[in-house]
């Protein structure tokens, strides 16, 4: 009986590595997404970026108005996957 019940154990640690994997993996595509979303947005607005740094702007003001947009988009998309979770 000990066997058995090991037996079950050892499927359910096989699943949970397996699920431990998966995860990992879509966490892993979801950051690609995001850092090519960064890359395509940062080269839309090169020239904002440009025209900005020469009037003076930090580097630390020209950063928070690229991230302001995307946490705007990353709020939105944790409020519509919250409940589906």
Do not use: H, N
């Not at 960064?38 to 950063?63: D, E, F, H, M, W």
């Amino acid at each position: 009986m000990d066997k058995g019940i090991a037996g079950f154990y050892k499927y359910e640690k096989q699943v949970s590595r397996l699920l431990l994997w998966a995860a990992g993996l879509a966490i892993f595509i979801s950051c690609l997404g995001l850092l090519g979303l960064v890359s395509y947005t940062i080269r839309q607005r090169t020239k904002v970026i440009g025209v900005r740094k020469i009037l003076g702007a930090s580097i630390v003001q020209v950063v928070s108005l690229i991230l302001k947009d995307f946490m705007q988009l990353i709020l939105d998309a944790f409020i519509i996957a919250t409940p589906l979770a």
